[in-house]
């Protein structure tokens, strides 16, 4: 019979669009703006007390909150405003002290039942609400720094190569380098040596009662190529870490000379993102020195989570984390985690060459973080705050070499299944080249302002309401039942956006308002062929059936080739072409699928069956 769609038909359109009525209601419930807590490391944790001890700080501060919740050694206070959250943060992060990240955050509020079926809201970039923005600032003096005390392991391993003795190479609180020779004709020697395979150092010599010194500095073209590369390199760095924390459409960019800017549209966990984000840490492998070892030598470091013991460890540094390949968190066979480590090529050498004479002997795997702490100073009469760097080593494994390593090997001696898995992509997103430290952190609002914003959505509404009432009103029932498909449009754009957690941008709300226009476009056209149809003199029925079925292959023509365009446009384009892209891709499917299935479906139900002989169109 035409114009009626079989039972089956007519349910499956019932389902998908109960489906998408479901994983597009979690839009519904806004955000709350809320202050998360979470410690630094493993020995910091949040419970219950430390939870108790702060909503009586905030009730006693006169700061109104709606809940406070604990999660997984998390926690999360939830609050009404915006302002009350940042008096809030500042009040916690006071009580706190450094050992906890405090971090600014917007909380769901999706009902349980929505949250188990997998269904949530969609993320919202920074130029609508949501999201996290952080601008870091690059220690290049630690950059130079860095570099020099690798310079410092590369002169001692020439002069020994040539035979050349030396007494002592020292990295000075000044800048330079520093080599002691017993006598002159040695420092000679060596100076030449270091000229020609350093090019990049100015080299002076000194005699003096203490000895004989050639002292290294750096370039000024070699100083600013380190700063350049450890720039760069924090760039990557971020960009492999943020990726690994699986954020949608972030922002990594540098900003000015030692700047970077990083932006996490909606981010459902900042702290854990400032934790990853802003770990200057790194490794040094170091072999335990042995007892008869000059003390110039070796140097002593505490166990990172055993208070009270400490080790003696070689100078002299095998590998650090930068020749890390790959690294991946796992358990022992004793259930105990630890981190699987596969090396480069060349550090897989430098690891062979030196526990190949080193069997029995313990190695070291040193933790070294770079932070920062803010100190009050008086500088003429007034108190500052100045930021004060400092570096944290501490040792988390000691173990005994039994054979020679290669390029794979483990570090064990973690305390938890989280401490692995953070050291392991740490480790696999790449060492940070520098220190780098917040100069800002805050959530975005609106980048054009909130009066725009709420501009831009009045003229969507408008928008979309004059295209309703010219569809009710020019074509009467039809327009009708096409305003309710295209609703039905909206809804499924809504909860596919939602369920591919895709980022909604204002480039993103143009490609909705764009597949809207499209989608009334596929009805007007199929509406019009059944005017013409009607026109040739034919029945009721049979040119509404006529009407649908002729105008398929106009509508998927048009819609195709701005499908491609869409998927040209995702594939080329970044950041907000990319929101664009992904909602006009998306509007172009459901808008078929509503003006070609839905809307018939609704006519079915409305005209389907019965003996019509004229039709109000």
Known sequence: MLNRYPLWKNLLILLVLVVAGIYAAPNLYPEDFAVQVSGTREAYTVDSALMSNLETELEQAGVEYKAAELNDGTGLIRFANGDTQLRAKDLIADQLGGNYVVALNLAPTTPEWLTDIG?????????????????????????????????????????????????????????????????????????????????????????????????????EQTIREIEDYAVKQNLTTLRNRVNELGVAEPLVQRQGRNRIVVQLPGIQDAAAA??????????????????????ANTEVYPFRNTPGRTAELERDIIITGSNVANAQASFDENGMPQVNITLDGKGGQMMSRVTRNAIQRRMAVLFVEHKSRMVEQKVDGETVEKRVPYTEKGIISLATIQSTLGNSFRITGLDSSQESSELALLL?????????????????????????????????????????????????????????????????????????????TLPGIAGIVLTVGMAVDANVLIFERIKEELKNGLPVQSAINAGFSRAHTTILDANITTLLAAVILFAMGTGPVKGFAVTLSVGIITSMFTAILVTRALVNLTYGGRTLKKLGL
């Open 274 to 295: 400032k934790r990853i984000i802003g770990k200057t840490a790194n490794l040094e492998f170091r072999l335990e020195a042995k007892p008869d070892e000059s003390r």
């Open 428 to 504: 696999r997103a790449g060492a940070l080249a520098a220190p780098i430290y917040f100069v800002e952190e805050r959530t975005v609002g609106p980048s054009m302002g909130a009066e725009n914003i709420e501009m831009g959505v009045t003229s969507v509404q408008i928008g979309f309401a004059l295209v309703l009432a010219f569809m009710m009103l020019y074509y009467r029932v039809f327009g009708l039942l096409a305003n309710v498909a295209l609703t039905l449009n909206l809804v499924l754009i809504v909860a596919v956006m939602s369920i591919l957690t895709a980022t909604l």
């Open 119 to 219: 269904a949530g809201p969609m993320k919202l970039g920074l130029d609508l609400r949501g999201g996290v923005h952080f601008l870091l600032e690059v220690d290049m003096a630690q950059a130079v720094g860095q570099r020099l005390d690798v310079y410092v392991s590369d002169i001692k391993g020439q002069l020994r190569d040539e035979r050349l003795r030396y007494r002592q190479v020292e990295h000075l609180d000044d800048g330079r380098l520093s080599v002691r020779f017993a006598d002159a004709e040695t420092r000679d020697q060596a100076e030449d040596l270091l000229r020609g395979n350093f090019p990049e150092f100015l080299t002076d010599t000194e005699d003096n009662d203490e000895g004989n010194f050639v002292y290294i500095n750096l370039s």
